[in-house]
């Protein structure tokens, strides 16, 4: 079974960075794509970014996108995802993904991907 551990969350201000990491088991180098996805107060699970395992490419949610990094260490099976310029509205607990096959829908459905990590809260204050 594939596990996978997030950390890396905290409190920042408004214009601040974060680094989160997700730990993964050595065979989650198996699986198709790993994802961050986020869940703010009162709203659905969101997709945050992605990546194929295989040929290393990257997905980013336009709300991110040239703000948030995703990048990876295979020698450690960790993955992880830079936060800069962080909003009020990036506040949420953020989730750490495995999808273990590929995904006629693309990557950013939450159903496609078959673990998920325990989740860490992100807090931007304003």
């Known amino acids: 079974q594939v596990q996978l551990v997030e950390s890396g969350g905290g409190s920042v201000q408004a214009g601040g960075s974060l680094r989160l990491s997700c730990a993964g088991a050595?065979?989650?180098?198996?699986?198709?794509?790993v994802a961050w996805f986020r869940q703010g107060p009162g709203k659905e699970r969101e997709e945050v970014a992605a990546?194929?395992?295989?040929?290393?490419?990257?997905y980013y949610a336009d709300s991110v996108k040239g703000r948030f990094t995703m990048s990876r260490d295979n020698a450690k099976n960790t993955y992880h995802l830079q936060m800069s310029s962080l909003k009020s509205e990036d506040t949420a607990i953020y989730y750490c993904?495995?999808?273990?096959?590929?995904?006629?829908?693309?990557?950013?459905?939450?159903?496609?991907?078959?673990?998920w990590g325990q989740g860490t809260q992100v807090t931007v204050s304003s």
């Open positions: 993904a495995a999808q273990l096959y590929p995904y006629g829908g693309g990557w950013s459905i939450v159903s496609a991907y078959n673990y």
């Open positions: 990546m194929n395992i295989g040929d290393g490419t990257i």
């Open positions: 050595s065979y989650i180098s198996r699986s198709y794509r």
